[in-house]
């Protein structure tokens, strides 16, 4: 059975994150569903339990949305695994995924490898809806598992830092109104590197059996600027001069930051840290003693879902690279 792997792209807003859920139906209201087919079956309950019968829906998430354009492709009932499970709003440009399938081709399904990666990607994307996109497909061996064959992985984090709210960047960047000290975030940013204990920027219930992480590289720059517009510029319409105005200067800051791995909301509480270091509300020593300590009080706040993107994966054999943005 052929093994393939993508690496795909999304924007995280109209998702419930990147797996698959199947909640009962009227604890959901309001959430984006997937719609157009009957949810699957859940899976049986604990004999101890007592049997649920209420009804049950799936919601709109990546995993669903990925496996049933890849089964569209293939015609059969494949499971599509993910390497990071992002969160609801949380978006991505290089999550990597794989599946197999048979070899067969033809009436019967499956896509044989003589077919080739880049016919089944075009094929794939035609399916797709358009906040999801691969931007990459070849095949891999058998045995590859996007999860636990990652070395490294990067993640961003995109501030609007402006008196003003983005128009055109409110769905991936988070805009705070207070003037940030970019220096010192970056400088701040410096005592995360190395192998810690990163339970006290975790979030609870985060399910895993060590909470030591190595971090490769953490950093904060300023990656766009915008300059303030004056009464004095003019726009021509109908030989009318009309003048055109914006009250305050913008900058979008990113927080970058590679490891080996991530806890359960670890880089929204470290990107809210360094943004109280910014406004002067935290001396970095902080850093310091959450690291030290495991205390989750002494790190900032949980930063929101939507400024967070997942940048790229690494893997040991360097058998996927990361391919150019779309």
């Known amino acids: 059975m052929p093994r393939y792997a993508l690496t795909i792209a999304y924007e995280g807003t109209g998702f419930c994150g990147w797996q698959r859920q199947l909640p009962h139906e009227d604890s959901v209201a309001g959430a984006p569903l997937l719609a157009s087919e009957p949810a699957p079956e859940p899976p049986a309950p604990e004999a101890a339990n007592v049997a649920d019968d209420r009804p049950r ?18 015609r059969e009932p494949v499971s599509v695994v993910g390497a990071s499970r992002t969160d609801s709003g949380v978006h991505a440009r290089g999550q990597v995924v794989a599946f197999s399938c048979s070899d067969t081709g033809g009436r019967t399904g499956g896509w044989p490898a003589e077919r080739g990666p880049i016919p089944l990607m075009r094929a794939i994307n035609s399916r797709l809806p358009e906040d999801v996109l691969v931007l990459d497909a070849r095949l891999v061996d058998a045995d590859f598992d996007p999860i ?16 003003s709210r983005s128009l055109w960047e409110r769905r991936t960047a988070l805009h705070i109104y207070d003037a ?6 970056h ?11 990163f339970a006290g920027f975790a979030a609870a219930g985060h399910g895993r059996k060590t909470t030591v992480r190595t971090v490769f590289s953490c950093g904060v720059r300023v990656v766009d600027e915008h300059p303030r517009l004056t009464d004095e510029l003019h726009a021509e319409r109908g030989g009318t ?22 806890l359960w909301n670890m880089v929204r509480i470290i990107g809210g840290t360094l943004v109280e270091v910014g406004r002067g509300r935290m001396d970095p020593s902080r850093i310091d003693d959450a690291l030290r300590t495991g205390d989750r009080r002494l790190a900032g706040p949980t930063l929101p879902p939507h400024g967070l993107c997942l940048e790229w994966i690494r893997y040991r054999d360097r058998a996927i690279d990361p391919p150019a943005a779309p």
Do not use: P
Not at 241 to 261: E, L, N, P, T, Y
């Open 148 to 163: 636990f064959g990652a070395e490294r992985k990067a993640y961003s984090y995109s501030i609007w830092n402006a008196q």
């Open 187 to 197: 400088a701040a940013a410096q005592r995360l590197v190395g192998e810690h204990d």
């Open 241 to 262: 001069r009309i003048a055109q105005s914006q009250a305050a200067v913008g900058k979008r800051i990113v927080i970058d930051i590679c490891g080996s791995g991530f």
């Open 180 to 185: 940030l000290d970019v220096d010192a975030m």
């Open 57 to 74: 829906v799936e919601l709109r998430t990546v995993q669903g949305v990925v496996e049933r354009a890849v089964r569209g492709v293939v």
